[in-house]
C-alpha cells in the first residue's frame, strides 16, 4: 500500500527574518533590492528577502571592525581566548564543521613544540609563519578526533595566493623570500599560476564548510577544492604537520600554556 505525503501549504513555513544582520541589527539592503524565496516543493514564493551588495559589506566590515577594536575581545588575552574557544566547540551540533585557514607556507618548517613562543632562540618571520600553519594542520586532526564521534568534524585549508591586506605589515623583502621558498619547493605554486580573485580564494573554504563529504576532508588539509596528498618534497601537505601523535602533543602543549587542562 502506497502513501502520498500532500505538499507543505505555504502558512507551514516559519520566515524568522527577511532583513540583513549588520551591526547587531536587522536592516534593509543599502539599495532597498530583494529577491524572492522559493518554496522548494511547491514552486511558489515564500517571501522577499533583501539583497545585499557591495555597499551592505562595507558597512558590515565597518561594525565588525568597530566591534573588535572597541569590544572586549581585542583585550581579552590569548590563554582567556583559547579557554572560551575550547569551551564553545563542545556547542557545535551534529553535522558542524570547523575549517582553519591554514597555508602552502606550513612547508616553511615544522613546530618547535619545546619552544612555541622564540623564547629560546632567535625570532625568524618565515620559521615562525611556517610553524604557525603547521600547528594549524595539526590542530584540525587533534580536533577532528576529539569530536568526530558526535558529528562534528574539522578540516585546514590554503586558500591560494591571494592579494588582500593579510600582508600589509610585511616588508616586500620578507614576500619575496616567502615567495622564493615556495617556489623551490614547487612548479605549480601561486607564484608561477598567478594570484586567485577573493571568490577564487575563498571557494576552497566554502567546499570544504558545506560541499564536500565530511569523511572526505575530516582532519585533513586541502587547497583547489581537494584534498592534498601527502609529500616530503614538492607540491602537497607535509607529514609532519598532519602527525597525529604530534596533533596530540600540540593539544596538550596549548592546554598547558592557557591553564585549561582537560581529560
Not at 570547523?98 to 623564547?119: I, R
Amino acid at each position: 500500500m502506497a502513501s502520498v505525503l500532500s505538499s507543505p501549504s505555504e502558512n507551514q513555513v516559519a520566515v524568522s527574518a527577511t532583513k540583513l544582520l549588520i551591526n547587531n541589527r536587522w536592516v534593509n539592503s543599502q539599495s532597498g533590492k530583494t529577491f524572492a524565496t522559493i518554496n522548494p516543493t511547491t514552486g511558489k514564493e515564500i517571501c522577499q528577502v533583501a539583497e545585499a551588495d557591495a555597499a551592505d559589506v562595507d558597512l558590515a566590515v565597518k561594525a565588525a571592525r568597530a566591534a573588535y577594536e572597541q569590544g572586549p575581545w581585542r583585550k581579552t588575552s590569548g590563554p582567556a581566548r583559547a579557554r572560551l574557544l575550547n569551551r564553545l566547540a563542545d556547542l557545535i551540533p551534529a553535522g558542524g564543521r570547523v575549517v582553519c585557514v591554514s597555508s602552502v607556507g606550513h612547508q616553511f618548517g615544522d613546530l618547535d613544540l619545546a619552544d612555541p613562543n622564540f623564547e629560546h632562540r632567535s625570532y625568524d618571520p618565515i620559521i615562525a609563519y611556517g610553524g604557525a600553519k603547521t600547528a594549524v594542520n595539526l590542530f584540525v586532526v587533534e580536533f577532528d578526533r576529539r569530536h568526530k564521534a558526535r558529528g562534528v568534524r574539522a578540516a585546514a585549508v590554503h586558500p591560494g595566493g591571494i592579494l588582500t591586506e593579510l600582508a600589509r605589515h610585511m616588508t616586500q623583502e620578507l614576500i619575496q623570500s616567502m615567495i622564493a621558498l615556495v617556489m623551490a619547493q614547487t612548479d605549480t605554486s601561486s607564484a608561477q599560476r598567478g594570484y586567485k580573485s577573493v571568490p577564487q580564494g575563498a571557494a576552497t573554504t566554502l567546499w570544504a564548510a558545506v560541499t564536500a563529504p565530511a569523511d572526505v576532508v575530516g582532519g585533513r588539509y586541502c587547497a583547489d577544492c581537494a584534498v592534498v596528498k601527502v609529500s616530503t618534497k614538492g607540491a602537497g601537505v607535509r607529514p609532519y604537520s598532519i602527525d597525529p601523535e604530534r596533533a596530540k602533543l600540540l593539544w596538550a602543549k596549548s592546554e598547558e600554556l592557557v591553564g585549561d587542562l582537560q581529560p
